[in-house]
């Protein structure tokens, strides 16, 4: 369940948007939805039908009548809340407060860093990084807002660590920059702290937290006396390695706990904090030095390395919205794919909003004799803008998924492919927030290809098997990451789509499934290449893509969203984060191929497989596909569209090796795995201007003559068969070309599918 926040400063954002309350269900439980809209709407719940391309095929399972309109607005915005604050009363002797900071934006809102603070009537003290980037501080007896009691020193710089302080002796105040003196008045007092609660990263309005900050924040501490020049010098060279130890201190919190939405206060008063809105742990601290061996390979082995807190004035990953309807779904209903299907009127016309979920047999039901796993991970990195604007087309979603236009300026609308409106890296995804980019209706570019992921690429697979007779069970790979025991009940497992974001949990559930003797069926490209975790909720997903050492942050050449190095490191789990293959688990050591590059500019970049083996087993048994070498396949009839081999796709050790000239200082290149069989070569004959081909170290390189997939069967030495088809587009063309269909079925039945 959401837990409740402490009074917020509200946005609303027009429109209809809504989530369900869990991802999957099994038949015979309950699921509800959350939804705001500002018109009337009619809901119902469908089953997704056999057409991928239009909803006219859909089952409605349950129609949920009449939604009136109503708005449930979102709060963002992180920042820590400690309701212990200093005595509301009683008048200060003196003060200090001191804190690193790292501001991501230096102009825009007013930001907050250290406050005990609700204006308009309750302003005690704050630390504040003023609309122009200069550092202020006010000093107030607890009540009404004085506008005379705010004083402003210097500009400080943008993203770059810089210890800060505000002092305060009883007659004069002074504001500090990295030890100098960046300005200095006088304040008689008194000085009273009111009936706020203390902040880190935000201050209190008329209608909650507010002012919220977009900085990374370390040590942040208060003092009752002023500290000196001299003291406050020893302080910035420490680079928040060294906890003060004074008695003066009332508050201190070393922000050295790397997860969890707690914050521990060192001062020995109690104060401790609650992140609000998730904010990012295991950021690079003051002191971090990415010169130190640790750096690479122990988060926490050198003091203030990875120390502080990364704030964001846009976090959010949890709308907390009341649910509107709910479902308790049959206990004999089919599996598959659904929908809450929301009608509304939209500028004069009909417009559809669906929140995708997924069915699943209910959990006591004897498994099929196969398993499709949905690439749910995957949707959910790709889930920009979640409060898209509406709009009556099938939406097409920018490549890179850089998202949709939002429905206000200010909704949250960074994905793993985007970063946070001032800057900053977006290593979390929320799972009980809108997703509209999995509704079946959306598209993918490049425009006008037809060309999809997520949702509407997927269920071609699940109708052609449900046409074809083949019994299957749907799981999403999230609830292998919840049980990850899932996997033993199955013997055959298809992957599908783009499968790009795989859990340590899952990947080592795989690799037992097939070192068990179980067989693997991949329709993916770009496949088990970035790793994920989750918290202990599955409320949040995180992932961390990351520069390289001394790269340029400023580059243009970087692909968003990279982080900066040594960020590398999950705090879900303290595990280093990013590529698969750099935390010892290559997919070419478990299913053959690697992620091997991208090209999607306009529709002409998808390419075709181009037969190598004809007469290989898959090719002719049970069934004759009558193929010669160099036969293509993997496209619609005479050639056009959908095609297989386009944005992204997989090759295999030796042909990455051939793409290797050099690689990092002290790489090894792998050994290609013994007994794999390419038996088709996704070409691309044609160059497209987006197109970028990755070498075994995902550094760019040039094609072999435009050999941009292989289509492999593998018997593994360590147990284990696969068929890769090493494409995103692969599931694309199911139940367009006949050869490739024809191909599908030989797998299945030398896999021991056969159908009813």
């Avoid at 939002?406 to 946070?420: E, I, L, Q």
């Amino acid at each position: 369940m959401s837990r409740p926040i402490p009074p917020h400063r509200a946005l609303t954002v027009p429109g209809v948007h809504g989530y369900a309350s869990a991802k999957t269900v099994h038949a015979g439980e309950r699921i509800d939805f959350h939804v705001s809209s500002d018109r009337p709407c009619r809901i119902a719940v469908c089953r997704l039908g056999p057409d991928a391309d239009s909803r006219d095929s859909d089952t409605v399972v349950a129609d949920l009548g009449v939604l009136p309109a109503r708005v449930q607005p979102i709060h963002p915005g992180s920042y820590v809340h400690i309701e212990r604050g200093l005595p509301a009363a009683l008048p200060l002797p003196g003060l200090t407060l001191e804190c690193w900071v790292m501001p991501w934006r230096c102009s825009g809102e007013r930001q907050a860093l250290i406050t005990q603070y609700d204006a308009p009537a309750g302003c005690g003290f704050g630390l504040f990084i003023e609309t122009d980037g200069t550092l202020a501080l006010y000093l107030g007896d607890g009540g009404m807002k004085q506008e005379t009691a705010l004083h402003a020193g210097t500009r400080l710089a943008a993203r770059r660590w810089q210890h800060v302080a505000a002092t305060w002796d009883g007659r004069s105040a002074a504001l500090w920059i990295d030890g100098a003196c960046a300005g200095r008045w006088s304040v008689a007092g008194p000085v009273r702290p009111g009936p706020a609660p203390l902040r880190l990263g935000a201050a209190g309005g008329p209608f909650g937290a507010d002012a919220f900050a977009d900085v990374d924040l370390a040590l942040p501490v208060i003092y009752e006396r002023a500290l000196s020049a001299a003291e406050l010098a020893v302080r910035a060279g420490s680079r928040a390695r060294q906890l003060p130890a004074d008695p003066s201190v009332r508050a201190c919190w070393p922000l050295r706990e790397g997860r969890g939405d707690r914050v521990a206060d060192a001062s020995g008063h109690q104060r401790a904090g609650r992140i609000v809105n998730h904010g990012t742990w295991m950021i690079r601290g003051p002191a971090f030095d990415e010169d130190a061996p640790e750096a690479r390979h122990d988060p926490f082995a050198a003091p203030g390395q990875r120390q502080g807190l990364r704030l964001a004035g846009d976090d959010l990953y949890d709308c907390r919205w009341t649910a509107t309807h709910g479902l308790a779904v049959p206990a004999d209903a089919r599996p598959g794919l659904h929908v809450a299907r929301l009608r509304f009127d939209w500028e004069g016309r009909e417009a559809v909003y669906d929140i995708t979920f997924l069915v699943k047999r209910p959990a006591d039901a004897k498994p099929a004799p196969l398993l499709v796993l949905c690439a749910m991970s995957s949707w959910l990195a790709y889930a920009a803008t979640p409060f898209a604007r509406n709009q009556v087309e099938d939406p097409v979603w920018p490549r890179r998924s850089t998202g949709l236009p939002n429905s206000h300026p200010h909704a949250p609308a960074f994905c793993s492919y985007t970063y946070h409106r001032a800057g900053q890296p977006s290593y979390f995804t929320g799972l009980r927030m809108p997703w509209p980019n999995a509704s079946p209706a959306a598209l993918y570019d490049p425009a006008g290809s037809g060309f999809s992921q997520w949702t509407r690429l997927e269920r071609r697979l699940h109708a052609w098997l449900e046409r074809e007779g083949y019994a299957f069970d749907l799981l999403a790979d999230l609830d292998v990451h919840a049980d990850p025991g899932l996997l033993a009940r199955y013997r055959t497992v298809v992957v599908n789509g783009h499968s790009e974001y795989w859990s340590t949990p899952v990947v080592d559930a795989f690799d037992a499934m097939l070192r068990r003797g179980g067989q693997a069926l991949l329709l993916s490209g770009n496949t088990m290449y970035l790793r994920v975790s989750f918290d202990e909720d599955m409320a949040v997903m995180e992932q961390r893509k990351n520069e390289e050492r001394g790269a340029d942050p400023d580059s243009a050449e970087l692909r968003p969203p990279a982080g900066p190095f040594g960020e590398e490191f999950h705090s879900q789990d303290w595990a280093r984060g990013g590529q698969l293959r750099a935390v010892g688990r290559s997919a070419a050591s478990i299913i053959g191929l690697e992620s091997a590059g991208w090209g999607f500019a306009d529709a002409d970049d998808f390419g075709v497989y181009h037969v190598a083996e004809p007469a290989h087993p898959l090719f002719t048994h049970p069934h004759r596909l009558g193929l010669e070498r160099g036969r293509t396949f993997g496209h619609a009839p005479g050639g056009g569209l959908p095609r297989a081999i386009g944005h992204e796709w997989d090759l295999s050790t030796a042909t990455l090796l051939r793409m290797t000239r050099d690689g990092p200082p002290g790489a090894v290149l792998p050994e290609p795995p013994p007994g794999l069989t390419v038996i088709a070569q996704g070409i691309r004959r044609v160059p497209g201007a987006l197109d970028t081909y990755l070498d075994w170290h995902s550094r760019a390189t040039d094609s072999l003559g435009g050999l941009s997939a292989e289509m492999i069967y593998w018997e593994r030495p360590q147990g284990g068969r696969v068929f890769h088809a090493g494409a995103v587009g692969a599931a694309w063309v199911v139940g367009s070309d006949p050869v490739f269909d024809g191909l599908l079925r030989n797998v299945l039945h030398h896999f021991g599918c056969q159908p009813r």
